[in-house]
């Protein structure tokens, strides 16, 4: 969709640096799209162009010199410690949500790892993060492309080993992990009943992660 409209008329010896450049940075006002999705964009067609190398059709992947754009994305805020006391003061209605939250808050566990996560990788007292689950990949690599092993408090491994009798635990069906949505919603739910100025704080799912890796720090 924004691809080839943009090269697909070019032999792919006469994509230059400075004409994915020119694309790159037109592409949030010529398609109405945000920098982080434009630079998803980019993202494809590097891969595109790496495979293009490894065939020989060309010499050099002419996306190694351009340069992403910066992320203007909304701000991601973190959960205070007595915030998070009252989110999890007693278990939520919605299982799967809860579960999930209560994981990243302890583990600093991305949404799409623990979409991604089967009991193969829990173990004693940690869990084996070398995964995480896209809607258009399936599953993949961590966003860093590592394997993370971090600890796993007893009571959080109970709760998560207890969500689904299926291997790929965040799941209803064993087969496809639950929509995002699933998740998100009721935490928005419960921070709406608890009065917890999410809008303001700039608090998402995200923000466990956040909290998790300051309370490290």
């Not at 006469?14 to 982080?36: F, G, K, M, Y």
Request: proline content about 5%; some cysteine; hydrophobic content about 35%.
């Amino acid at each position: 969709k924004y691809i080839t409209p943009a090269f697909g008329d070019y032999k792919i010896t006469d994509i230059s640096p400075a004409l994915i450049d020119t694309w790159l940075v037109n592409l949030p006002s010529s398609e109405n799209l945000s920098h982080s999705r434009s630079n998803f964009c980019y993202v494809v067609l590097n891969q595109m162009l790496d495979n293009a190398v490894s065939r020989n059709l060309i010499n050099k992947n002419p996306c190694t010199t351009v340069k992403r754009l910066y992320n203007n994305g909304s701000q991601r805020g973190s959960f205070t410690v007595s915030e998070l006391t009252e989110l999890f003061k007693s278990p939520w209605k919605e299982k799967y949500s809860y579960a999930a939250c209560l994981l990243s808050a302890t583990t600093g566990m991305r949404l799409g790892e623990i979409r991604a996560l089967t009991r193969d990788r829990i173990k004693d007292d940690f869990i084996i993060v070398d995964r995480a689950w896209n809607n258009h990949e399936g599953f993949k690599s961590t966003k860093s492309g590592k394997t993370r092993y971090v600890p796993l408090h007893p009571a959080v491994k109970q709760i998560i080993e207890d969500i689904s009798e299926y291997d790929l635990l965040f799941s209803c069906n064993g087969s496809f992990p639950l929509d995002p949505r699933r998740i998100a919603k009721p935490l928005v739910k419960h921070m709406k009943e608890l009065s917890i100025d999410y809008k303001t704080e700039h608090l998402s799912f995200h923000s466990f992660r956040h909290f998790f890796n300051t309370r490290l720090v």
